[in-house]
């Protein structure tokens, strides 16, 4: 999780405790009040969305080391294939060249050569099987093509899945954003003679910058600075 969007929904969070703690001098037809339900609209949102952005991300990975497995059973399949095929030609020349594993590496191009090697294969499955290939080589290869097929699937799914959430990531910080931007002004104005009140809004609104990077001091050692601020 990004962590400028992390200290961020924490920042509404806090807002949202703020509003809640001072309801009714924030009424819901008053412009806070439609404000604060922005900031919690954008709260609710911004948790489904990295939710799901976390759930899709987890598929796409799952489904790449899926994919790298039934890659490699895939291609060793036609790998034996291809090498009796060789064999066969002695006695059917041109065997061989039907039986070509792809150069390409990308993955529809070996499902492509996959089907190609299963149609061509059944109709001499008879011969294969004199060679000692496996009784079952072609509903292996089958198997195994489906199964890559499937994390192909599943791998496009969650890309899906992860890219739509990060777009309603995005559109909530930014309304969000807005919508604590314009309170501050409101809140400041409401309570400019209230100091106890201005200072949990301050505490509230406040968001945490990132760490910089380590800088050396004259002597030597590593200084780490943490600046306090806000993000608008």
Do not use: C
Not at 36 to 64: K, P, R, Y
Not at 196 to 207: C, Y
């Amino acid at each position: 999780m990004n962590n400028v969007i992390t200290r961020t929904l924490e920042m509404f969070v806090r807002v949202d405790a703020f509003r809640a703690e001072r309801a009714q001098a924030f009424p819901a037809d008053s412009l806070g009040g439609q404000q604060f339900a922005i900031v919690a609209e954008a709260t609710q949102q911004l948790n489904e969305a990295l939710t799901t952005q976390t759930s899709g991300l987890s598929s796409v990975q799952q489904a790449t080391a899926l994919r790298a497995e039934a890659s490699e059973r895939l291609r060793d399949d036609m790998q034996a294939v291809a090498r009796t095929a060789r064999v066969m030609a002695e006695d059917t020349p041109g065997l061989e060249n039907k039986f070509r594993l792809p150069r390409s590496g990308s993955v529809q191009a070996l499902l492509i050569a996959a089907r190609a090697f299963i149609a061509d294969a059944t109709p001499l499955k008879d011969e294969f099987l004199r060679h000692e290939l496996h009784p079952t080589f072609i509903e292996d290869m089958q198997a195994d093509k489906a199964d890559l097929e499937r994390s192909v699937g599943v791998q496009n799914t969650g890309r899906d899945t992860h890219v739509t959430a990060t777009a309603s990531i995005d559109s909530a910080f930014e309304r969000g954003m807005k919508a604590a931007r314009r309170l501050d002004a409101i809140v400041r104005n409401k309570y400019r003679n209230d100091p106890a009140t201005l200072a949990a809004w301050e505490s509230a609104r406040h968001v945490e910058r990132a760490t910089r990077t380590p800088r050396r001091s004259n002597g030597g050692a590593a200084d780490k600075k943490t600046d306090g601020g806000d993000k608008s």
